[in-house]
């Protein structure tokens, strides 16, 4: 078992913050809450010997508690370490270890993607599931592209002036590659060429099944590849808002990784990446004009990362764009948490405040930077959903074509 020294939770005392923005808290009483599940029993521990508490499983590692909390304890480190203890004391499912394996997954499935998607839309094989490993038979999943990022993109170095090395994440490689194409995109109508490094799953999936000795080698590779470009002068960026926490906070806070620190100083969301661009006078702001109402939805991961709402920054300098934060707290998918037959209500539950802002705004489609949250707003509402990358390549290569004409 791991050792994550932690001793933030000696300021939790009397304030229940955590417990008000937990999405978990609030949709069920099952969960005992990120106060009692983190820092109460890290203080127990400490004193007695080891506990192991079975609610820990709800919890998704959202990130809302650290966000919250005015003492700045680190609840969300306390209860991954909680989540692994509780791994390895009472096993974890075989659903659970499968699910934790994105980059495996997206690897093979991708692979046989046309059958993959068509066999995962059968009832009868999704209710075999259900029975034998767990997996929701009613849970929508996303699809994979045979012609994934991997494939189709193998630069490794750029030589412009400013140079971005694009940590690409399981999801925009294997399920949307239409992201990563329109980041690099983006990223080349502002003059910047894009590098991909060797990478491997930034470990969130790992982390949330209590799989911490995964995440930890999946992190300290990631660590190492990515210093490698960052002393080269190129800025990490990525279009995954799970992945960017993972490399901003969880690496150097909950696995402790070396070089995490110093790694997290050069690490940007896409949308912050380019807001600080046009805050430096240095953003292409050549973008056509875009008569949409889009709604926006802000994953947690974003939220937890305190950098205020980029997203919305940057597609409001689109000429005649409108654009609504949903503000409706979180989805409920929590990445691998809502595939799980036991947690598929809870998570609906969770996202029906979701559901209801989206039916309410009645805008043209939805705007997220999570292919999970994505997933749940496929299941719950009838909208197209896009990424910012998507609209702003968009914008981009509509004013070119128009200054052609």
């Known amino acids: 078992m791991i050792n994550l020294p932690d001793t933030s939770y000696d300021q939790c005392l009397k ?18 809450g990120p106060k009692h599940l983190g820092p109460e029993l890290k203080r127990l521990m400490e004193n007695q010997e080891l506990i192991e508490d079975p609610r820990i499983e709800l919890c998704t590692l959202c990130g809302n508690c650290d966000l919250s909390c005015p003492e700045d304890v680190h609840v969300s480190s306390l209860t991954a370490q909680a989540k692994a203890i509780h791994a390895e004391i009472s096993g974890t499912k075989f659903r659970d270890k499968i699910l934790s394996q994105a980059e495996l997954i997206g690897k093979v499935a991708s692979t046989f993607a046309p059958i993959t998607n068509t066999v995962m839309k059968m009832k009868l094989v999704r209710k075999v599931m259900q029975k034998v ?22 630069k490794k170095t750029a030589n412009t002036k400013r140079k971005v090395a694009y940590f690409v994440g399981c999801y925009a490689t294997y399920n949307a590659p239409q992201i990563a194409e329109a980041f ?22 790992m982390l949330a099944n209590g799989q911490i000795e995964q995440a930890m080698k999946n992190a300290k590779f990631n660590v190492k590849s990515l210093l490698e470009y960052t002393r080269k002068g190129y800025d990490i960026v990525l279009t995954c808002t799970s992945c960017t926490t993972a490399l901003k906070k969880e690496y150097p806070e909950v696995l402790k990784i ?13 949308d912050e990446y380019l807001r600080m661009l046009h805050e430096e006078g240095k953003m292409n702001t050549n973008l056509a004009p875009m008569n949409v109402k889009a709604g926006y939805f802000a ?12 997203a919305m920054d940057v597609l409001e300098l ?4 409108e654009m609504q934060d949903l503000a409706a707290g979180c989805c409920g998918q929590c990445g691998t948490f809502g595939f799980k037959e036991e947690k598929f209500d809870l998570s609906l539950k969770m996202g029906a405040s979701m ?3 989206v039916e309410e ?28 990358m998507e609209i702003m390549a968009e914008a981009y290569r509509k004013a070119v074509v128009s200054s052609v004409c």
């Not at 304030?15 to 005992?32: Q, Y």
């Not at 490993?133 to 991997?150: L, S």
């Open 15 to 32: 304030c229940n913050a955590c417990v008000v923005s937990c999405p978990v808290s609030n949709a069920t009483l099952d969960f005992g």
């Open 133 to 154: 490993i767990g997996i929701h038979a009613d849970r929508k999943f996303p699809e994979y592209k045979f012609k994934n990022f991997n494939r189709t993109y193998k």
């Open 184 to 205: 690099v995109e983006v990223m080349a109508y502002n003059g910047i060429e894009v590098a991909k490094p060797e990478q491997n799953c930034c470990g969130i999936p």
């Open 258 to 270: 070396e070089g995490a620190d110093e790694l997290a100083e050069h690490v940007f969301d896409a």
């Open 299 to 310: 994953p947690c991961h974003m939220k937890a990362q305190g950098i205020g709402n980029p």
């Open 318 to 321: 689109i000429p005649g764009y």
């Open 355 to 357: 559901k209801q802002a």
């Open 361 to 388: 705004l009645d805008a043209e489609y939805t705007v997220t930077e999570c292919g999970m949250c994505k997933t749940q707003l496929d299941q719950l509402t009838n909208k197209p959903v896009k990424h910012p």
